[in-house]
């Protein structure tokens, strides 16, 4: 069964522009470094050509990840998301009830995780606690320094 990678069309995009720099712009300049020290002669002892080689396979690798995940794709509507139950794209505050801190989150999926921006996964513990959470409850998340209780302050 295919699992499905949930994604914004912004997302969506920064995956694609990823794939388009790798094949367009850093796969041939690697291809032809490949070729340049396969030139410099015997292949065995030629670091330069096995580095190389190295390198346009890791981009070969990342190439078929990003094909796979865009295939994969399901567009996500951010004005189709419900903001009655935490859910992906909902951004969250939360209290913490141990200092009463508050924090704000949005649930994206692994994909498009920022942690500079507040953006986490639906997948991190903290993600899967706070899911079909209404404004008030309590998310009890099981984290590794500890359970944490985060109060459900608002969803956007």
């Given amino acids: 069964m295919m699992e499905y ?3 914004t069309q912004e997302g969506l995009n920064k995956l ?11 796969r041939p300049k690697v291809s032809q470094k490949v070729a340049t020290a396969r030139d410099h002669g015997d292949l065995k002892e030629n670091a330069e050509y096995h580095a190389a080689r190295e390198e346009l396979s ?6 078929q990840q990003l094909q796979d995940r865009i295939a994969r794709a399901r567009l996500l509507d951010e004005d189709e998301i419900d903001n009655e139950h935490v859910t992906i794209l909902n951004t969250v505050e939360v209290e913490d009830q141990k200092s009463g801190k508050t924090f704000t989150y949005t649930l994206v999926s692994a994909e498009e995780t920022n942690i500079k921006e507040g953006k986490i996964s639906i997948s991190s513990p903290v993600g899967k606690g706070l899911l079909k959470k209404k404004v008030g409850e309590i998310a009890e998340i099981q984290a590794p320094r500890g359970v944490l ?3 459900i302050v608002t969803i956007k």
């Fill in 16 to 26: 694609k522009e990823e794939l388009h720099d790798l094949k367009y712009k850093q």
């Fill in 58 to 63: 890791m981009i070969e690798s990342k190439v």
């Fill in 149 to 151: 209780k985060y109060k």
């Fill in 5 to 7: 990678v949930y994604l």
